[in-house]
């Protein structure tokens, strides 16, 4: 178990604040004995919120191991009936993991204002796979898998006072925060959609570090990053996690300096990328003024529909976008496949990115809930599964509809209305979840490939994904320009088939 060693020092149900003010970080011990008035045996103490009859003792005697309170499951020791609060609850990921440690016995409690479903109805496009409405969900939720779900519609942006309220409310045990507007593309459209995105992202997390810090400085705070934070460095530098390993070494001229600890560049590649940026730094600084604890998650692209709560009843299925602006790319790609539209490629089609399926996503989460960093600690973890060309994916997934589901499927190669490079180095380390905290993927791409197929092939969801297909090829340019983008080119799988073993050729030569 990853986490059988942590201590009562990395939990959450322990109260630092007991006798010591612990969040008055920066200060000596000496300081803080002598406004206190404690004597030179002074140590950090806790307390713990489920066992008060342990009394005052050292947080770092007792571990996950010991404690009756921790019990062990499939991913690590988790806290008995623990309670998480997901900010984001009605999204494609919010709902799928609402639904996840519902089932495996966490109490649940989340947060929406349905922004995501006002956005998506603004560029008149629709999820395509329908969903129900928040008291159907939650009704569901209950009948089919016996799960109670404690909703409350705020605003986190908007609506402080009542977020704090609900947060004092339920005291929950760790924050998962993915209540943000989570488009690049949304981010282009124009001055008023990059200033709302950037509103509601940066200032939304910033106030709820205020809240976590006076209500639940103990809570782990589970925040959504991205990949895409970093770019894609020419350089070809590695894509550490967050911050530079200890043996990393800055050289200029004749002298060297350690860089070790320190937050790696970003190099965001839109005004949305930006607002995560953005949210690293504050976040990072929460941590070091008050103690916060926080896992900033490097999330890669996410893919799929499947987990088997989703998919235990049509009311419990989670949201699946493919217009231009919140479809993410191999969701796009296999609904483009579906009804005859030959897979968009941007440019060259050459671009990296890291990627993980919906289900192994959710084991990373329950895996980092499940191990807490320590107080003040700002921990980054790149949540990917591996990565691959858009071209490989093009390809992938236009054999498995070709194969499999005997679809007539072309790739067409369209102009990029994006800034980025087409063709860079990439070395992303993903290094932390598999080794310090268990992950092991459990789902192959082509395995959720076909399962999304599956799925979207149903006449219902193939009309719907027609009565939008306008919405697919791309209008928003990161230039301003408004205009639909231009086919460059258009090929038969074989084709492109072809040419990749030809590329493949030549760079062995
Ligand atoms: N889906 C991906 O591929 C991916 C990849 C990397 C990072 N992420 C990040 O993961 C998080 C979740 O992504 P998702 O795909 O589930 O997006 P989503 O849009 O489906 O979910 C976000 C949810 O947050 C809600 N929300 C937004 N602003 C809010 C506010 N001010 N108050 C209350 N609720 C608000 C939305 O209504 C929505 O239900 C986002 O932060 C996103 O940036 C997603």
Redesign the pocket.
């Known amino acids: 178990m990853h986490n059988k060693l942590c201590t009562c020092w990395n939990c959450p149900a322990i109260n630092l604040a007991g006798k010591v003010d612990f969040r008055a970080c920066g200060q000596s011990a000496k300081d803080l004995k002598e406004k206190m008035g404690l004597q030179d045996s002074f140590q950090i103490m806790a307390e713990c919120k489920r066992r008060p009859e342990l009394g005052l003792y050292d947080p770092m005697s007792i571990t996950f191991e010991e404690c009756p309170e921790w019990r062990e499951s499939p991913f690590g020791y988790l806290l008995k009936d623990m309670r998480v609060m997901i900010?984001?609850?009605?999204?494609?990921?919010?709902?799928?993991l609402a639904l996840w440690l519902g089932n495996r016995g966490l109490q649940v409690s989340g947060?929406?204002?349905?922004?995501?479903?006002?956005?998506v109805k603004e560029r008149g496009a629709h999820t395509v796979v329908p969903i129900s409405r928040m008291s159907e969900r939650l009704q569901a939720a209950k009948e089919v898998l016996n799960i109670d779900i404690n909703f409350r519609e705020?605003?986190?942006?908007?609506?402080r006072e009542r977020l704090k309220e609900f947060i004092d409310e339920v005291k929950p045990e760790a924050i998962i925060?993915?209540?943000?507007?989570?488009?690049a593309p949304f981010s282009m459209i124009d001055a008023d959609h990059a200033i709302y995105v950037q509103k509601?992202?940066v200032l939304?997390t910033l106030g709820l570090l205020f809240i976590m810090r006076d209500i639940v400085p103990e809570s782990s705070l589970l925040?959504?990053?991205?990949?895409?934070e970093y770019g894609t460095p020419l350089t070809g530098r590695p894509l550490f996690e967050g911050m530079f390993p200890s043996d990393a070494i800055l050289k200029w001229g004749d002298r060297e300096w350690s860089l070790g600890g320190e937050l790696t560049p970003r190099d965001p590649p839109s005004f949305?990328h930006a607002s995560?940026v953005q949210d690293t730094f504050n976040i990072a600084e929460a941590c070091k003024y008050w103690w916060l604890r926080s896992h900033d998650?490097?999330?890669?692209?996410?893919?799929g529909v499947h987990t088997d709560q989703v998919a235990a009843d049509p009311r419990l299925r989670?949201?699946f976008?493919i217009d231009e602006w919140?479809g993410?790319v191999i969701n796009r790609l296999v609904a483009q496949a579906i009804i005859g539209i030959p897979l968009t490629l941007y440019g060259t089609g050459e671009q990296i990115r890291g990627f993980i399926a919906l289900e192994d996503a959710m084991q990373c989460m329950t895996r980092l809930i499940a191990h807490p960093p320590e107080p003040g600690q700002y921990a980054v973890a790149n949540?990917i599964s591996g990565y691959y060309s858009l071209r490989e994916l093009a390809i992938t997934i236009a054999k498995i509809g070709k194969e499999e589901f005997n679809l007539p499927v072309k790739i067409q190669r369209i102009e990029n209305p994006r800034v980025e490079s087409e063709r860079h180095p990439f070395e992303p380390i993903f290094e932390n979840l598999p080794k310090r905290f268990g992950f092991v993927p459990c789902v192959r791409l082509e395995e959720e490939v076909y399962r999304t197929y599956k799925l979207l092939i149903q006449p219902e969801i193939r009309r719907r994904i027609e009565e939008k297909k306008h919405h697919i090829i791309p209008k928003t340019w990161w230039s301003g320009e408004k205009r639909r983008v231009e086919t460059l080119e258009i090929f038969e799988i074989e084709e492109e088939i072809n040419r990749s073993n030809e590329r493949l050729e030549h760079s062995r030569r």
């Open positions: 900010l984001g609850i009605d999204g494609y990921l919010g709902w799928t947060v929406d204002n349905y922004n995501r479903r006002i956005w705020i605003d986190i942006a908007n609506e925060h993915y209540a943000e507007c989570p488009s509601n992202n939304g925040k959504l990053g991205t990949m895409g949305y995560k998650i490097m999330q890669g692209v996410i893919y989670t949201r976008d919140f993410t949540q």
